[in-house]
């Protein structure tokens, strides 16, 4: 067994070495959808990143009635103690965004004179979880808590992360089928290469048939050398993403300040760099079997 | 070893190759099929080991009816026998010594014990000094000795050689026909497909098979 891999290793690479124009043909190819695949991958999980950095400070604010009387405040804040998304919560009295507010535009701070009241309501500053801190789970808090007595407004800012998740599917989208069309492509190419080498090497199959050899021992050199197309592939692609990578973060780095783009625009992580060398060893042997099958009956 | 019932091989309907085939040849036997060009011996061979199908008719070998064979069992049947073929089909981009060592390859028999067997039958054969050449590199008689080699380094229950001293000269072809005698006593049954008399000449315990034009014309 171990021999015949070692076989299938070593027939596999002299063959990929005497057929280098067809096989860096198929390379390319795989090296283009790996490319995309990646170019892709960095992009989702960056904004993965922004997304994460910005929900860890999410904020609810509720907004209470006029005159809540004293029991039914203290109602309200035992039942905003059970909630399960709730961490801390501080309540602001009127006075206290009164103030804030003066604080934060000393220009205005005639402002609440000439209207004659105090406008601000009170209100409660709630920290949620971080197990909480989904756009789907601020929402439905939201809803509950509008849903309680005393409460007459609930603001949270989402918006911003709603907008870039709603680009992120989107962009999952485009690139599922992008990647899909270039894969698709990939493997086809690669069972076409195949496919010519077995011809070129047909009357050597067959009499590799004739003297005994089973499928799998003929097979073999041909899927070694499709998955080594991939797997080399895989490498140069990683390559080439990690220089791209790089040329976009000195870019950034020029335009933003230095820590904002290096700290926000990462790489890859090493699970996805071998996920890439494997799907593109994947895909050429895919593309190998395919071809290779044909040739083997008998 | 092989039974043949009344077996038919047309390649297209208006010419047969074999017409209405039916023997038994023995294990242990040295059986020559000899007749002149276009008689019908290579596909007689073609049909034991599976090359072809008969068009009609049954054969048997090892009592196990060949057509009915399922392909994944193709590879053993061929394994268990040694084939000498007209044109040699020797791989040209693989070694001598590799071009013969490629069936224990298949087998799985450890390196060190395959180098000294195909090292020994090269020399059996008299071409072991071109052994890290190429087939192309060599003369037709080489090649055919190369052949050889390779069909008998597996000790097979079946020769099978097909016009094997085509290419040689009579010296040498008496030789390997001293190698297949020696084969055959150890216990291979041999069918060897020839148009030279002087070559069954050489055996003194054997069966020929004479055909002519697809024919049994003499069996005995
Ligand atoms: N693949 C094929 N397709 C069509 N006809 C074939 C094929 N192989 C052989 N034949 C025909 O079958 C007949 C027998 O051929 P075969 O090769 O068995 O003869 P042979 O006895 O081996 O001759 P030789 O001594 O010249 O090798 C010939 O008439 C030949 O033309
Ligand atoms: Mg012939």
Same mark, same amino acid.
């Given at each position: 067994m171990l021999r015949a891999i070692r076989y299938f290793l070593r027939e596999g690479w002299s063959s990929l070495w005497h057929n280098k124009g067809a096989n860096l043909l198929s390379i390319a190819i795989i090296i283009v959808s790996l490319y995309v695949l990646g170019v892709f991958l960095v992009l989702s999980t960056n904004f993965n990143h922004i997304i994460e950095r910005w929900s860890e400070d999410v904020q609810v604010n509720i907004f209470l009635d006029e005159n809540l009387s004293e029991p039914a405040l203290l109602y309200l804040q035992e039942r905003l103690s059970i *909630? $399960?998304?709730?961490g801390e919560f501080i309540y602001i009295s009127k006075q206290e965004a009164l103030q804030r507010f003066q604080i934060l535009f000393p220009s205005l701070q005639t402002l609440p004179d000439e209207i004659g009241e105090n406008p601000f309501p009170s209100s409660y500053e709630l920290k949620i979880k971080k197990e909480y801190q989904t756009i789907d789970g601020v929402r439905g808090l939201a809803s509950r808590l509008k849903s *309680? !007595? /005393?409460?007459k407004e609930v603001s949270y800012d989402l918006q911003w992360i709603e907008r870039l998740s709603t680009v992120m599917k989107l962009l999952r989208v485009i690139g599922i089928f992008l990647v899909g069309v270039l894969v698709f492509s990939a493997v086809s190419t690669t069972a076409n290469v195949i496919k010519l080498l077995a011809y070129a090497r047909k009357d050597e199959i067959d009499i590799m048939k004739l003297v005994g050899a089973s499928s799998w021992f003929i097979k073999g050199p041909f899927l070694v050398e499709g998955m080594l197309q991939g797997f080399i592939a895989g490498i140069i692609s990683i390559g080439l993403l990690y220089l791209s990578y790089r040329l976009v973060a000195y870019y950034l780095a020029l335009s933003y300040n230095l820590l904002f783009g290096f700290l926000l625009f990462t790489f890859l992580p090493l699970e996805y760099w071998l996920g890439i060398i494997g799907g593109g060893t994947l895909v050429g042997l895919i593309g190998s079997s395919i071809s290779i099958r044909k040739f083997l009956r008998y | 070893m092989i039974q043949m019932f009344n077996v038919f091989k047309n390649? !297209? +309907?208006?010419? $047969?190759? #074999?017409?209405d085939i039916s023997l038994h040849i023995r294990k242990g036997e040295f059986v020559f099929v000899s007749g002149p060009s276009g008689a019908g011996k290579t596909t007689f061979l073609k049909l034991i080991y599976r090359e072809e199908l008969p068009t009609r008719g049954h054969i048997l070998v090892n009592r196990r009816n060949i057509a009915k064979l399922p392909p994944s069992k193709i590879p053993y049947l061929r394994r268990s026998m040694g084939i000498v073929f007209q044109d040699f089909k #020797? *791989?040209?981009?693989? %070694?001598i010594f590799d071009n013969v060592s490629f069936v224990l390859k298949i087998l799985g028999v450890p390196i060190a014990i395959t180098k000294k067997k195909v090292f020994n039958m090269l020399r059996m054969v008299d071409i072991h000094h071109k052994m890290?050449?190429? $087939? +192309?590199? #060599?003369?037709g008689g080489e090649q055919q000795r190369v052949a050889i080699a390779r069909a008998l380094i597996n000790d097979p229950a079946l020769l099978l050689a097909d016009e $094997? %001293? /085509?290419? #040689?000269d009579p010296e040498l072809s008496m030789e390997i026909m001293r190698l297949f005698e020696e084969a055959n006593q150890k216990g291979t049954t041999v069918v060897v497909a020839t148009h030279n008399p002087a070559l069954i000449g050489c055996i003194s315990n054997k069966r020929v098979i004479m055909l002519d034009k697809g024919r049994i014309v003499k069996y005995y």
């Open positions: *909630l $399960p998304e709730i *309680l !007595d /005393g409460v | 390649y !297209d +309907p208006m010419s $047969p190759a #074999l017409i #020797l *791989l040209n981009n693989k %070694t890290k050449s190429f $087939p +192309p590199q #060599l003369s $094997p %001293t /085509g290419n #040689l």
